[in-house]
Structure formats: structure tokens, C-alpha cells
């Protein structure tokens, strides 16, 4: 996966249809965390778009421990659910614009269709 550039967030930009804020930019690019920590400011979404275009291992969206892991914010048990679910959002639009993302698994591949996993992405596919 390439590296993130101006050109690939400009992409995003065009998949997502949006238009990022100057802070949201810059955390993208370069690690800093300007964008104020407050709900409503755009962090989230800046958090997710670094998440998938970042190279790593899988992000499973699966598996409640590694999302409590990766969200943002872990002041309550639900806002994980909620993250989960607003990055598959991201992950499956700049998929469909053919961005290069890092490997989004929606199900446990080794499980049934119906495990207590994979209950929350019914009729997803493990991608």
C-alpha cells in the first residue's frame, strides 16, 4: 500500500464525498492531532480514513475486543458498536471507488453464518 499523500487524500475526499477540514488533513498526513477533542468536530471521521489507509493487519469487525481497541473514544460499552459500524460505512465506499485500503474482514471466516460474530454483519461478506 502507498504511502499516504495530498493525491490519495484527495481521492478520499472524492469517494466520501466530503470535504475535509484543515485538522482533519493534517492528523491524516502526519500523525497531529489538531482537530479539537470534542464530539461534532470531525476526528472520528479523520481517525477512520487514517485506520483504512494505513498498512497494517486486518481491521476485524468481527471481534468486539479489537474494536474496543481501536475506537476513538472508550467512555462507553456502546460507542465501539457505533465505530464498527461507521468504519465499514468508509471501508465499503472507498472500496466502491476503488481506493486502496488496508483488509476490512466483516465476518470470521471460520464461523457459521449465524455465530454470535457474525450475527451484526448478517448478509455482509467476509471481504
Known sequence: ??????????????ALGIKLYACQRDFILNGNRGCPNERCTGYTTAYCIKLLLTAGEPIKLWD???MKQLADYRGNNFYWDF???YLSEHYE???AAGVETRLVEFKR???GEYSHYNRNF???RFI
Open 1 to 14: 500500500m502507498e504511502e499516504i499523500s495530498e493525491k490519495r487524500v484527495a481521492e478520499v475526499e472524492k
Open 64 to 66: 468486539p475486543e479489537q
Open 83 to 85: 465505530f464498527r459500524k
Open 93 to 95: 465506499q472507498l472500496k
Open 109 to 111: 471466516a471460520k464461523d
Open 122 to 124: 448478517n448478509g455482509s
